[in-house]
């Protein structure tokens, strides 16, 4: 359970993904995050299995990067689409997962690191939602992800 908190990245892009499904609202609170971690396992166990997958960590950069933008401007798009969005993310996140199994047992580090990621994006519709008790409470999203954004862009360049 420990793994997706242990790296910057994984950290900002879980919970943009719960900010950005909190943003969406309706279906997005739960669908965003079922569909991270749905495609999540699948990249893990791609890569359990030694299927290559080709720009592993610069699309994890990328992620943090989009998912914190599409949280700072409000992106509104269809559920379907946002879910995709994050999904194509996802299935580098696991992959990146499956390659630093090492000696753990896949089953049991799958099951940790797909709890972990569920409680990170609960962390982020949580935090939107105690956002939305604030008066300005776009602004404080918008915070949120611009935050999210230039961290992701820090994790690019100091990386």
């Excluded at 047992?105 to 690191?113: E, M, N, P, R």
């Excluded at 008790?133 to 690019?156: M, Y």
């Amino acid at each position: 359970m420990s793994h997706p908190v242990f790296g910057l990245d994984h950290i900002l892009a879980m919970v943009a993904v719960g900010l950005w499904a909190a943003v969406l609202g309706g279906r997005a609170i739960w669908a965003l995050p079922l569909s991270f971690v749905g495609v999540m396992m699948v990249g893990f166990m791609s890569a359990v299995a030694g299927l290559a997958l080709p720009f592993v960590e610069p699309m994890i950069l990328v992620s943090v990067l989009a998912l914190g933008l599409a949280v700072a401007l409000s992106l509104r798009l269809p559920v379907s689409a946002a879910a995709g969005i994050v999904g194509v993310f996802a299935l580098f996140h696991g992959h990146a997962h499956g390659d630093e199994l090492g000696s753990a047992g896949a089953l049991a580090f799958g099951a940790g690191f797909a709890v972990s990621t569920a409680l990170l994006h609960a962390v982020g519709v949580g935090l939107a939602l105690a956002a939305g008790r604030i008066t300005a409470s776009s602004k404080v999203l918008q915070g949120l992800g611009w935050a999210t954004a230039l961290g992701g862009l820090w994790v690019i360049v100091a990386g």
